[in-house]
């Protein structure tokens, strides 16, 4: 059965941190780009981070995570991760993991039409 899973959110002050982790069962992800997206409540969905396949690995990163948010990949254990710093309470939102085989030359990792396999999403609150 293909899925990915994500895991690793919670409640956290701001400015503090969390590592999200995107796991893939049924399939190798060295060979999908991933991506990370999230969505507040009366939002619509963001994308904030992409990493592309193991043999290119280039990353993006939307403005409004860029300098503290870091995509990562992890091989050994199938899985893709996204370290999250100095949180802010606009960070609060459900984070999902989206994964594509192969993408195209014109793959924008930013844009959840470009992907295939959804996660069921993890939350993260960031209150004090």
């Known amino acids: 059965q293909v899925r990915l899973v994500e895991s690793g959110g919670g409640l956290v002050e701001p400015g503090g941190s969390l590592r999200l982790s995107c796991t893939a069962s049924?399939?190798?992800?060295?060979?999908?780009?991933v991506g990370w997206f999230r969505q507040a409540p009366g939002k619509e969905r963001e994308g904030i981070s992409s990493?592309?396949?193991?043999?290119?690995?280039?990353?993006d990163y939307a403005t409004s995570v860029e300098g503290r948010f870091t995509i990562s990949r992890d091989n050994a254990k199938n899985t893709v991760n996204l370290q999250m710093n100095s949180l802010l309470p606009e960070d609060t939102a459900i984070y999902y993991c989206?994964?594509?085989?192969?993408?195209?030359?014109?793959?924008?990792?930013?844009?959840?039409?470009?992907?295939?396999?959804w996660g069921q999403g993890t939350q993260v609150t960031v209150a004090s």
């Open positions: 049924g399939f190798s992800l060295d060979v999908y780009a």
């Open positions: 989206a994964a594509v085989q192969w993408p195209s030359g014109q793959y924008n990792g930013l844009v959840p039409e470009e992907y295939s396999i």
């Open positions: 990493i592309n396949v193991s043999d290119d690995d280039s990353t």
